[in-house]
């Protein structure tokens, strides 16, 4: 009996503590860089609030289209901090998702809240960044009814939940992205025939935010600018035919 006792108190300390490792390894993430924690901060062409969620709003104009952002696996949120003000000052609301454990996938309603916050927007867009793609094209699967298209970084969805969906879709990555294009390639199939790509010549998996280097993501040769300036831009041309 003592011997059993001793097996199962064995076994639940591994428990516990694979479980704590994994918790230390959650809560520490990657970033943000300076250039991140800077861009929180309003300015004349974006005002910035914190609390839930970051909130980014074109200073001068009431937006009627919005664009939920799910960050990427064990990347502290703010690190996207960066491009997302840029799309707002175009004219849209962009909401910044923190996540639990820093794996949007345990907090995959984690937007839920926003629709009630935000009554006034007419359109909605849902994505994120690599894991964060993932949980949002989960969210979008759950809302559809809400939900008018969604916008992968470096990213694609788990299933072909979405495939026969309405939703208006955008595909963006780096062909020097950790991924492989091949992989982009095969799971295309995943997506709906009317999905648009944006492939980033050079581009690679962590430039889409500001954190560093990425363990096992390949070498960029376009800079960190050039390559959030090309997604910015074609974020914002998604969002205009959104509107349509």
């Known amino acids: 009996m003592k011997i059993i006792k001793r097996i199962l108190f064995g076994l639940v300390l591994v428990v516990v503590l694979a479980v704590l490792g994994f918790v230390i390894w959650a809560e520490t993430p990657l970033g943000p860089a300076p250039e991140a924690l800077a ?15 970051i909130i ?11 664009f939920i952002f799910y960050p990427g696996g064990r990347v502290d949120y703010r690190s996207y901090a960066a491009p997302l003000p840029e799309i707002a000052a175009q004219g849209y609301l962009v909401i ?10 345990f907090d995959v309603n984690a937007g ?20 964060g793609g993932v949980a949002s094209a989960l969210f979008a699967k759950d809302h559809l009814s809400l939900v008018d298209g969604i ?9 072909d939940s979405l495939k026969n969906s309405s939703l208006s ?11 492989g294009m091949e992989q982009f390639s095969e799971t295309s199939t995943l997506l709906p025939s009317s999905t648009e790509y944006v492939v980033l010549d050079g581009g690679n998996h962590a430039q889409f935010g500001d954190y560093g280097l990425q363990p096992g993501d390949k070498q960029a040769t376009i800079s960190r600018t050039e390559q959030q300036t090309q997604v910015v831009n074609a974020v914002v041309k998604f969002l205009e035919e959104l509107e349509k």
């Open 151 to 159: 916008i992968f970084w470096a990213s694609y969805p788990a299933d």
């Open 169 to 179: 879709v955008l595909s963006i990555y780096g062909t020097n992205d950790m991924a």
């Open 56 to 66: 980014f709003e074109p200073a001068n104009l009431k937006p009627v289209t919005g």
């Open 96 to 105: 910044l998702l923190p996540v639990n454990l820093n794996l949007a996938f």
């Open 112 to 131: 839920d809240p926003v629709f009630a916050a935000h009554p006034e927007i007419q359109q909605w867009a849902v994505g994120g960044h690599s894991l």
């Open 39 to 53: 861009a929180l901060e309003s300015d004349s062409n974006v005002t910035v609030t914190t609390g839930d969620f």
